[in-house]
């Protein structure tokens, strides 16, 4: 079974920075990728940043050069980690981490193994 579990929000002030941790169990990370994803309440899903097996990382316009993904390995499970700096209103959001994560109409959950989800609050 795949269990995909958040860790690291919280609430921060503009310019400050939070690093969210993903713990990935179950899964095999082979062709596949893992990612972090965020949703405003009555905004669509967005795709953050991922990253494949084979270190190919995609990172969303908005946030590239602020936060970065990074991914490690620790007894058999997998660990994804997004650091996130300079942080600003705009990034305030539900943040999900996910396996082969899919988004569709605008939704986060619609596909692959997604975690609960941790709050990020950025105040001005």
């Known amino acids: 079974e795949v269990e995909v579990v958040e860790s690291g929000g919280g609430s921060v002030q503009a310019g400050g920075s939070l690093r969210l941790s993903c713990t990935v169990s179950?899964?095999?990370?082979?062709?596949?990728?893992l990612g972090w994803y965020r949703q405003i309440p009555g905004d669509l899903c967005e795709m953050v940043a991922t990253?494949?097996?084979?270190?190919?990382?995609?990172?969303r316009d908005s946030v590239e050069g602020r936060f970065t993904i990074s991914h490690s390995q620790h007894n058999g499970k997998n660990i994804v980690d997004l650091q996130m700096n300079n942080l600003t209103p705009a990034d305030t959001a539900e943040y999900y981490c996910?396996?082969?994560?899919?988004?569709?109409?605008?939704?986060?959950?619609?596909?692959?193994?997604w975690g609960r989800g941790t709050q990020v609050t950025v105040s001005s």
């Open positions: 996910a396996a082969d994560g899919i988004v569709a109409a605008g939704l986060c959950r619609m596909g692959g193994y």
């Open positions: 179950g899964f095999n990370f082979h062709d596949a990728a």
């Open positions: 990253i494949s097996d084979d270190g190919e990382k995609i990172v």
